[in-house]
C-alpha cells in the first residue's frame, strides 16, 4: 500500500519561493504517476503538476507552466515541487498524490493515494 507524506510547506511573500517534498512509501511501479494538486478556500481542487517517475515526463497547469517544476528523486523515493516567483492566488492547501496508469495528467480522478496535504501561504 503506497502512502504519502508532504512537508515543505509554509508562508512566504510574494516573488519568494518554496519547495515542497512528498515522502513516498511502499510499492510503486512502471504504472505510476504521482503529481501535485492544490485546493484554496471556497475553490475547487486543481492539478498543479504531475510527473512519471520511470520516464520523467512532466506535465504543469498553465498557471505555473515556467514558475514551478516537478521532479523526483529515485534514491530518496520523494517527489518535489519547487515553486519560484510565488504569488498571494498560489496559497492553497498543497497535495500530493498517486495514481496508475494515469491518462489525464491533472485529473485529480486519476489518483487514488493521497496524502495529508501541507499548507502554502503567500502575502502579498
Known amino acids: 500500500q503506497v502512502q504519502l507524506v508532504e512537508s515543505g510547506g509554509g508562508s512566504v511573500q510574494a516573488g519568494g519561493s518554496l519547495r515542497l517534498s512528498c515522502a513516498i512509501s511502499?510499492?510503486?511501479?512502471?504504472?505510476?504517476?504521482m503529481a501535485w494538486f492544490r485546493q484554496a478556500p471556497g475553490k475547487e481542487r486543481e492539478g498543479v503538476a504531475a510527473i512519471y517517475p520511470f520516464g520523467g515526463s512532466t506535465y504543469y497547469a498553465d498557471s505555473v507552466r515556467g514558475r514551478f517544476t516537478i521532479s523526483h528523486d529515485n534514491a530518496k523515493n520523494t517527489v518535489f515541487l519547487q515553486m519560484n516567483s510565488l504569488k498571494p492566488e498560489d496559497t492553497a492547501m498543497y497535495y500530493c498524490?498517486?495514481?496508475?496508469?494515469?491518462?489525464?495528467?491533472?485529473?485529480?480522478?486519476?489518483?487514488?493515494?493521497w496524502g495529508q496535504g501541507t499548507q502554502v501561504t503567500v502575502s502579498s
Open positions: 498524490a498517486a495514481g496508475r496508469w494515469v491518462a489525464d495528467h491533472l485529473g485529480q480522478s486519476e489518483y487514488d493515494v
Open positions: 511502499g510499492k510503486t511501479d512502471s504504472s505510476h504517476f
